[in-house]
């Protein structure tokens, strides 16, 4: 089920402006050719969202993580129900990734074991002891700005970004490298955690996943280009 729901451009231009700013880079710098987090052990394994449209809550919070451990060294498995519940959203019915991270600015979010995942929303039991990791501050990157974007995966680290979730070809993919000309809004939140070129395909993206796995055998998805 997919959550990304993007706020109006009026909206979207004012939490801009209250919020940070665009992420800058040097479009000549030099970058790897291929970049995997998971090999520096900054991603958590991938779990299930079930049929609540929480995949907003699964990528921010997988961000957190990361960034949490190339600060402190320490893999911390996050709440993303935490986010579901208390974050400025739609619950179950979707949500855009600024409000959580203003939310995890203010308050800070909770491990997975103090707040566990059960997939529709409830009341918020948020509290201030439970809370082990914050937002400090993001960036934007440009959208459609893919150069952009792979600098921020080489240099920063793993970037929460949306897709297009709803072709059926999406939703049944099983390996190999993904491409779809067709793409449409994107509708669903995803983690980027590296980058590289395949011989037969080209360049593509290792994005991190939220689908049940009823629906895809590896929820690890290569995509290409756009």
Same mark, same amino acid.
């Given at each position: 089920?997919?959550?990304?729901?993007?706020?109006?451009?009026?909206?979207?231009?004012?939490? @801009?402006?209250?919020?940070?700013?665009?992420?800058?880079?040097?479009?000549?710098?030099?970058?790897?050719?291929?970049?995997?987090?998971?090999?520096? #052990?900054?991603?958590?394994?991938?779990?299930?969202?079930?049929?609540?449209?929480?995949?907003?809550?699964?990528?921010?919070? +997988? +961000?957190?993580?990361?960034?949490?451990?190339?600060?402190? #060294?320490?893999?911390?498995?996050?709440?993303?129900?935490?986010?579901? /519940?208390?974050?400025?959203?739609?619950?179950?019915?979707?949500?855009?990734?600024?409000?959580?991270?203003?939310?995890?600015?203010?308050? #800070?979010?909770?491990?997975?074991?103090?707040?566990?995942?059960?997939?529709?929303?409830?009341?918020?039991?948020?509290?201030?002891?439970?809370?082990?990791?914050?937002?400090?501050?993001?960036?934007?990157?440009?959208?459609?700005?893919?150069?952009?974007?792979?600098?921020?995966?080489?240099? @920063?680290?793993?970037?929460?970004?949306?897709?297009?979730?709803?072709?059926?070809?999406?939703?049944?993919?099983?390996?190999?490298?993904?491409?779809?000309?067709?793409? %449409?809004?994107?509708?669903?939140?995803?983690?980027?955690?590296?980058?590289?070129?395949?011989?037969?395909? %080209? /360049?593509?993206?290792?994005?991190?996943?939220?689908?049940?796995?009823?629906?895809?055998?590896?929820?690890?998805?290569?995509?290409?280009?756009?």
């Amino acid at each position: 089920m997919n959550g990304l729901r993007l706020p109006n451009q009026t909206n979207l231009r004012g939490r @801009r402006q209250a919020f940070n700013a665009f992420y800058r880079y040097n479009p000549r710098e030099r970058l790897p050719n291929q970049v995997d987090w998971r090999r520096q #052990g900054a991603v958590t394994p991938v779990r299930n969202q079930g049929q609540c449209g929480s995949c907003y809550a699964f990528a921010t919070a +997988a +961000a957190l993580e990361a960034y949490h451990k190339q600060k402190t #060294g320490r893999l911390l498995d996050l709440s993303p129900q935490n986010i579901v /519940d208390c974050a400025q959203n739609y619950g179950c019915n979707g949500g855009f990734m600024v409000p959580v991270f203003q939310y995890a600015a203010r308050s #800070g979010i909770a491990m997975e074991s103090r707040y566990p995942y059960v997939g529709v929303k409830q009341r918020c039991r948020w509290r201030q002891s439970i809370a082990v990791a914050r937002d400090n501050g993001f960036r934007e990157i440009q959208p459609g700005d893919e150069l952009g974007l792979k600098h921020a995966v080489a240099k @920063r680290g793993p970037v929460v970004a949306g897709i297009s979730g709803s072709r059926r070809s999406f939703r049944f993919y099983k390996d190999g490298v993904y491409s779809e000309e067709n793409c %449409g809004q994107p509708d669903h939140a995803v983690l980027v955690v590296g980058y590289g070129t395949d011989r037969s395909y %080209g /360049d593509y993206w290792i994005v991190k996943n939220r689908f049940a796995s009823t629906h895809l055998l590896n929820c690890y998805r290569w995509l290409n280009f756009i």
